[in-house]
């Protein structure tokens, strides 16, 4: 058996939120966009890495996901970060820190995800 990629669906009461993190700051691509339709959806990617997102408010009410995107360069995905949207930094790990477990890591967060920037 092999997969070949994992596909997470996020929820958002607003999908705008999403798009502010995720294409303005993170700078992925939407590459299917159903933005303007009844029920809003778009996939975006970037490197590879392709997420879909959704605006359905009843599902955004349950689901409150974590990621870790994993990276070879955290500090300058940081000061990149830090110097265009500081308003996604986590404020209990904004700064890039050093973990017990050995790993290089920072956290945004917006309305609904939390996303954990690392390096090992």
Request: proline share 5%; charged share 25%; glycine share 4%.
């Amino acid at each position: 058996m092999k997969f070949t990629r994992l596909v997470p669906n996020v929820f958002y009461t607003d999908i705008t939120e999403a798009l502010k993190l995720f294409v303005n700051c993170l700078e992925f691509r939407i590459e299917h966009d159903e933005l303007n339709t009844s029920r809003p959806f778009c996939v975006i990617e970037k490197d590879g890495l392709r997420i879909n997102l959704f605006q359905n408010a009843e599902l955004a009410g349950e689901h409150n996901p974590e990621f870790r995107l994993v990276t070879d360069d955290i500090e300058a995905v940081y000061q990149q970060i830090a110097s265009t949207h500081p308003e996604f930094l986590h404020p209990n790990l904004n700064k890039v820190t050093l973990r017990p477990w050995g790993a290089k890591e920072f956290a945004l967060t917006d309305t609904q995800l939390g996303i954990v920037i690392q390096q090992w």
